[in-house]
């Protein structure tokens, strides 16, 4: 896992600066905050609301409205666990039920081995044919 930096406002503002000039400035922004710090923190939402005129509101709609931002660090590794079609007929679902409350997962919608799923992304990683057991190996490595 890759490790974060402490959040800063400084920081916050170089990131905002570097794509204030682009149009559609917000998905850019909160990819790279979440890329420095690991999570888009309450602090950070206020500054680039005020940075793009925009409300609160309309910057934490966003970051709920795509699961991969996190208002919170999140603790331990999450697993990118494909739910699409293909994946769901070799067993997803009853793996994402056997590790449940042990793991953080986030779905995912095709990693492109649908014919070795059940399939996930871990730390960038693309791993195929899980097992619970595996699964859980891989979350704790
Ligand atoms: S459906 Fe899961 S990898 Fe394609």
Not at 39 to 55: E, F, K, M, R, T
Not at 64 to 88: M, N, W
Request: hydrophobic letters at 50%; proline letters at 5%; one cysteine or more.
């Amino acid at each position: 896992m890759t490790q974060s930096a402490i959040w800063s406002p400084e920081r916050t503002v170089e990131i905002i600066a570097a794509h204030a000039h682009r149009e559609g400035p917000l998905l850019p922004i909160l990819h790279d905050i979440q890329g420095a710090f690991g999570h888009v923190p309450h602090d950070a939402v206020s500054i680039i609301a005020g940075a793009l005129n925009l409300s609160r509101a309309e910057v934490h709609g966003v970051i709920s409205f795509y699961h991969d931002f996190h208002a919170a660090p999140a603790e331990g590794r999450v697993i990118k666990l494909c739910r699409a079609e293909a994946c769901q007929a070799r067993g997803v679902e009853a793996l994402a039920a056997a590790v449940e409350g042990r793991i953080a997962l986030e779905p995912v919608y095709c990693l492109g081995l649908c014919a070795s799923g059940p399939a996930a992304m871990i730390d960038g990683r693309l791993v195929a044919r899980l097992t619970a057991e595996r699964l859980i190996q891989l979350a704790e490595a």
